[in-house]
């Protein structure tokens, strides 16, 4: 979502099951849009940067009678990527993005009002992932400790020893090979809708609904190389339709929100791999006693079943060159819920907050059993059986909370939430028997809270410090093993055990005059699993599931800090404006199994930006990651490829602001 009328952005520590219900564990980014003004007037922003960045944003609001203002607003984004496919000379991370709308609010009484936005999205371009091959000859990547989980790997892929398609250094490439474009497209349609009416001076209900439909087409580079082995094209559709009905009380010491609410989406997905990996691997290679074949025709083996589970279209007529791998999949989601919420004023100075949540969910999911066939059938849906699975679940997520007012500027608080992340089903499968195996339950998460909020010294000096505490049950992972029986990838998905996340949040920032202001954010984050049993070494061939709980959960790095500050200074009419920040992240595990290719190094990003803002007017530069801090992520696709992704570097922007 990019927009440039937004009133403001919440950022709300999970879980937020009570009043945002399922799905909530980890946190909350609430996107707040201002509201119709009803009088003439606007605003709009034009920015130009590096790597063909061209972005135009604005807002234009009007009244079109006593009781209605109209906001529009529109937004235009393109970009050239940061990196060059030198195989097809196009860019890596194109954009090509367009988002138009409007926004009716309409007061026909002083007691009701209606606010209808209605807009349309279009974003087209490349996916800004699967940049690199990372596909590394035997001996180049340097063997693990003995002992170690990945132990059992070497960098060797099957694209290596038969296409060629190795790297020979481990340094960070500049530019991109791939074989093909990683074009997308989604379009998006969306209506939303909020009624108020307020029934006295204490009691307000609210109705929210919102819709939306969206087409998508991605296609990618699966293996990341110059050769064409494997590629992956998916045509999805998608539609949602929401409803909450709540009613806002607030008396002298109560103030509460209790409601309904009502989910409901569908989605379809056909999905198609194709180049030359399945008619290497099913058909020359079998036909070929040079590749390790037996010199057998292998669209007749596969005919015939000798690929079970993987089947054949029996109307195919060739299997060595120009085959897809065929997948479908649709599911039905249904939600209801009831929920309630209030903060009651023990005392002058203490709050209680207490909240409840039920909520039923409902999931029917259909897929196909995957097969082989030619290009120019790809679309025939010719799956000799499906899967049709029922799940349902019904939780309940209570919070319970205390906040104790020290004085006009300081406070305490603490609470006890519960959330959940719903089960379902894993539809990244190929066979019957894994859309069966992957059945997956819910996630639960219990966080523990205590913190402390204040300002001093008149306001200059903000103070706030928070512990939190996130006990997971139940954790929803997934991998991707070698699948023995069709010598393909299989991904695996299922309940992992149990993590624990706990740590520090400590924000700071001080004025020291009317010149220059500073501030520090640090956090600590301690991430363990308490229960995890998997196979450490997916891709030896041997299924040995095995206490895990010595590796590190993924993406939680141990310590997180900002520090920055703005200096400003009246020059004419307007105020000249300098903003800094500087970014240090620790390092951190990206792969399930802490692949040490998959480590994510510490890194230190600066940003910069200098502006002159006068009364209706405005112009500033900018720079991100001004150090050029740059890496490569890894990520294996079990034993037969591996692909790499590569962050951006040093961007460098102008932006100019007009309001009237």
């Known amino acids: 979502m990019e927009n440039f009328d937004l009133e403001r952005v919440e950022v ?208 990618y580079d699966y293996d990341a190389s110059s050769h064409p082995f494997i590629t992956i094209e998916r045509f999805n559709e998608y539609d949602q339709v929401s409803q909450e009905l709540r009613i806002d009380g607030n008396f002298d010491r109560l103030t509460f929100t209790a409601g309904l609410y009502y989910f409901k989406n569908e989605f379809e997905q056909d999905w198609y791999t194709g180049d030359t990996f399945w008619g290497f691997l099913f058909g020359a290679s079998l036909g070929n006693p040079d590749l390790g074949g037996p010199g057998v025709s292998g669209l007749a083996v596969c005919k015939a079943g000798g690929f079970a589970p993987i089947i054949c279209d029996p109307g195919m007529t060739d299997l060595t060159q120009d085959v897809h791998q065929i997948l479908y999949e649709t599911q039905e989601t249904t939600s209801t819920a009831v929920f309630a919420q209030m903060d009651y004023d023990l005392t002058d100075q203490l709050v209680l907050t207490a909240g409840v949540r039920w909520t039923k969910e409902e999931k029917h999911f259909i897929a196909g059993q995957a097969y082989l066939t ?95 505490r996130n006990e997971f049950e139940d954790k929803q992972e997934s991998f991707v093993a070698l699948d023995p029986d069709t010598k393909t990838v299989a991904s695996i998905f299922d309940n992992a055990g149990s993590v624990l996340y706990s740590g520090i949040e400590v924000e700071m920032q001080f004025v020291f005059n009317n010149y220059f202001r500073a501030f520090v954010n640090y956090g600590t984050l301690d991430a363990d699993y308490e229960v995890f049993d998997t196979d450490v070494n997916p891709n030896d061939g041997v299924t040995v599931v095995e206490d895990a709980t010595f590796l590190t959960p993924r993406n939680s790095p141990d310590y997180t800090l900002g520090v920055g500050g703005t200096l400003s200074v009246p020059v004419g009419n ?28 510490a890194r230190e990003e600066l940003s910069l930006s200098v502006g002159y803002y006068a009364e209706n007017w405005a112009i500033e530069a900018y720079g991100k990651n001004l150090t050029d801090q740059r890496f490569e992520t890894f990520f294996p696709i079990a034993t037969l490829f591996a692909a790499g992704n590569v962050n951006s570097p040093r961007t460098l922007g102008l932006e100019f602001t007009y309001e009237f």
């Open 12 to 219: 709300l520590r999970g879980p937020q099951g009570t009043l945002f219900g399922k799905n909530t564990v980890g946190g909350v980014v609430n996107v707040v849009r201002s509201r119709p003004t009803g009088e003439t007037g606007g605003k709009f922003k034009l920015t130009v940067g590096d790597f063909g960045q061209q972005e135009a944003r604005g807002v234009f609001n009007t009244s079109l009678g006593e009781n209605i203002a109209l906001k529009l607003f529109g937004t235009k984004i393109d970009g050239d990527g940061f990196m060059d496919n030198i195989t097809t000379g196009n860019g890596v991370g194109e954009k090509d993005y367009f988002n138009v709308g409007a926004t009716f609010l309409i007061n026909p009484t002083d007691d009701f009002e209606a606010r209808l936005t209605v807009e349309t999205f279009s974003d087209e371009g490349t996916l800004n992932t699967f940049h690199t091959n990372y596909n590394t000859p035997a001996g180049l990547l340097p063997a693990p400790p003995a002992g170690s989980p990945e132990n059992n790997y070497n960098g060797g892929f099957v694209t290596c020893n038969v296409f060629g398609a190795c790297r020979d250094s481990l340094d960070r490439p500049e530019v991109s090979d791939n074989d093909k474009d990683n074009n997308y497209s989604l379009d998006t349609n969306a209506l939303t809708l909020n009624m108020t009416l307020d029934l006295d001076e204490n009691l307000t209900v609210v109705s929210v609904t919102g819709y939306r439909e969206v087409d998508e087409y991605r296609i």
């Open 574 to 601: 307007g105020t000249v404006e300098a903003f800094m920040k500087v970014t240090k992240i620790a390092a951190y595990d990206s792969a399930l199994l802490n692949l040490k290719q998959a480590k994510v190094g």
């Open 374 to 468: 030619q290009a120019d059938r790809e679309r025939l849906r010719q799956f000799s059986e499906y899967a049709d699975l029922t799940q349902d679940w019904t939780e309940v997520s209570p919070k319970i909370g205390l906040k104790y007012v020290i004085n006009d500027t300081s406070m305490v608080f603490a609470s006890v939430s519960e959330g959940f992340h719903s089960g379902g089903f894993f539809g990244v499968n190929q066979n019957i028997r894994d859309f069966e195996r992957d059945q997956y339950d819910p996630e639960y998460a219990t966080n523990y809270e205590l913190g402390y909020k204040s300002q001093h010294l008149g306001n200059r000096l903000r103070f706030n410090a928070t512990y939190f």
